[in-house]
């Protein structure tokens, strides 16, 4: 397919666009830098301006959660507006489109994994504004995937597992929360859910992220087990945020799974392939 993607210098745009290069598709990438997609003059252009565009994904977001709540304007202009800027384009110009959407769309009071059926309930400012995005898609187009995944990690940008790192590097104790439930999800491995389901055309929405559930104080244990850093867990009311998270962020990734065809990693695998490609980009620097 010739595939266009927004937001291609994030931490998610970063690997799929070499992923699905690899799979055999024509990629056409365009950063934030690129491409405002708040600007719907430049999105207009930049749709039309490519032939027969096959699909387009909508990895362009505004992601600094804490943040939103005191910038609530510019989450909506982007999560918001932006995304229905493409929605749009998508519309009048006939391109299906799969938008990256999160869990915190749901307010985790629920004590079983959510469905992509079950009602939406955003507590925080960024929350509201990626359900405003997925809103958007659906008003404005029949053929679309909307792709809600949780605690995104990888390769590149900031992420809980860097910051856990740079952390430990420290030497100080750290505390972390023990009573918000998710599941961490690598990029590599939504890269390659994402590859698998645009091949089904089996439009809809889904749930994507690692298999298994955890919380964030077993999750930075995992990450540091071999570290023997000190990490002291936490309730959520001991470390106010901005921000609300839910506390309990399971998806249930079922019509996912049947969808494409196979089961997902579980997070505990995913975590190790990226703290061994991680070493291995250290060893490599100092070799």
């Known amino acids: 397919m010739r595939i266009l993607i927004t937001g291609a210098g994030g931490m998610l745009g970063s690997v799929l666009s070499p992923h699905l290069k690899k799979c055999g598709h024509e990629i056409h990438s365009f950063t934030k830098e ?77 004590t079983r994994p959510y469905t992509p059926w079950d009602a939406t309930n955003p507590l925080s400012v960024y929350g509201k504004s990626k359900l405003a995005g997925e809103i958007s898609v659906q008003r404005h187009l029949k053929d679309f995937y909307i792709v809600r995944t949780s605690w995104l990690y990888g390769p590149y940008g900031k992420n809980f597992v860097e910051t856990i790192l740079n952390s430990a590097q420290q030497g100080k104790p750290l505390k972390v929360v023990s009573d918000q439930v998710g599941s961490p999800t690598y990029t590599i491995s939504l890269a390659s859910i994402i590859a698998d389901l645009i091949q089904t055309e089996r439009f809809g929405i889904y749930h994507a992220s690692d298999e298994g559930l955890t919380n964030w104080f077993e999750f930075a244990c995992a990450i540091t087990k ?49 703290l061994q490609l991680r070493m291995s980009k250290e060893n490599l620097a100092y070799s």
């Open 34 to 110: 690129d491409l405002d997609v708040a600007n719907f003059a430049l999105v207009k252009e930049v749709c039309s301006s490519i032939k027969k565009i096959d699909l387009v994904i909508h990895c362009a977001a505004y992601t600094k959660v804490d943040q939103a709540e005191t910038e609530p304007a510019l989450a909506y202009l982007v999560n918001g507006y932006g995304t229905e800027n493409v929605a749009l384009l998508c519309n009048k110009l006939g391109i299906p489109m799969l938008y990256v959407s999160t869990d915190y769309v749901f307010d985790g009071e629920q």
């Open 226 to 274: 071999h570290l023997g850093t000190e990490i002291v867990p936490i309730s959520t009311r001991e470390m106010p945020r901005p921000a609300t998270r839910p506390k309990y962020s399971a998806l249930d990734k079922d019509t996912l799974t049947t969808t494409i065809g196979r089961s997902l990693p579980k997070w505990e695998n995913s975590l190790q392939d990226y």
